[in-house]
């Protein structure tokens, strides 16, 4: 992976100046092996086209069959548990209607859990080399 600018960049609102990143994964229900094909693309497109919307900017994003990884920056005036939660319910609705075999496998596309860490005690660049590493996983 090549990274193109590791300096931190800040985001800029009327009154604000900030840079919140973390590190999320979060699962399909049942950990089952769901995200593949035509389906992840979809969720890559989702993902990114609600970027402006909910107020977030992913910085690294990987997609496995049974889990995804996001490196995202967040808006701290909303926070990083409801953008997830938004995130969780729009994609989960949407591939559940475009992919109707979807609610034959399982009854919702998400868990209720998420896992959430701060970007602080390691480099920006080694979060975005390891979740970039897990693809190969």
């Known amino acids: 992976m090549e990274i193109s600018n590791n300096k931190k960049e800040y985001q800029y609102r009327e009154s604000l100046?900030?840079?919140c990143q973390y590190h999320?994964?979060?699962c399909p229900k049942y950990r089952r092996p769901v995200l593949v094909n035509n389906i992840q693309l979809r969720l890559k497109e989702l993902l990114l086209e609600k970027q402006k919307e909910y107020k977030y900017k992913i910085l690294e994003m990987e997609i496995m069959k049974d889990h995804l990884h996001l490196l995202?920056?967040?808006?701290p005036q909303i926070g990083i548990y409801k953008i997830i939660?938004?995130?969780k319910g729009y994609t989960s609705r949407t591939i559940r209607e475009e992919f109707p075999e979807m609610k034959s496998k399982l009854p919702s596309l998400w868990t209720r859990s998420k896992f959430i860490?701060?970007?602080g005690s390691v480099s920006l660049?080694?979060?975005k080399k390891y979740i970039e590493e897990q693809k190969g996983k």
Do not use: A, L, R
């Not at 995202?72 to 808006?75: E, F, L, P, Q």
């Open 117 to 119: 860490s701060t970007v």
């Open 17 to 19: 100046v900030f840079s």
């Open 24 to 26: 999320v994964v979060f």
């Open 72 to 75: 995202i920056d967040v808006d």
């Open 85 to 87: 939660n938004q995130i």
């Open 125 to 127: 660049e080694t979060v």
